[in-house]
């Protein structure tokens, strides 16, 4: 079993920064790939970051590309979001996932991710 903790959320203006983090106990994630993903409402989860076990290969969806960056510290088995340039519609309740079954390639389907965390709430203001 993998427990994932988010952390980091909050009111932020736009064009501001926020740092997600994601504790894992129970089991290391090392080996895994390790994923965010985001829920508004009345919307459908979306991918927006992925990364290797090792922290050389990361994905993202266009909408984050070039604003949001995913990284890793397998030594703290913590997995981070930095969020730069935020927007109104970035607003989320953002969630982090482990994909216990893949070390390298990295899945944006959420259906891929055994395990899930609570979710953090990201609310950016106009």
């Known amino acids: 079993q993998v427990q994932l903790v988010e952390s980091g959320g909050g009111l932020v203006q736009a064009g501001g920064s926020l740092r997600l983090s994601c504790a894992a106990s129970?089991?290391?994630?090392?080996?895994?790939?390790m994923g965010w993903f985001r829920q508004a409402p009345g919307k459908e989860r979306e991918f927006v970051a992925g990364?290797?076990?090792?922290?050389?290969?990361?994905s993202y969806p266009d909408s984050v590309k070039g604003r949001f960056t995913i990284s890793r510290d397998n030594a703290k088995n913590t997995v981070y979001l930095q969020m730069n340039s935020l927007k109104p519609e970035d607003t989320a309740v953002y969630y982090c996932?482990?994909?216990?079954?893949?070390?390298?390639?990295?899945?944006?389907?959420?259906?891929?991710?055994?395990?899930w965390g609570q979710g953090t709430q990201v609310t950016v203001s106009s």
């Open positions: 996932a482990a994909d216990v079954n893949s070390r390298t390639i990295v899945s944006m389907k959420g259906n891929e991710y055994e395990y």
């Open positions: 990364i290797n076990w090792s922290g050389l290969s990361r």
């Open positions: 129970g089991r290391t994630i090392s080996n895994y790939v």
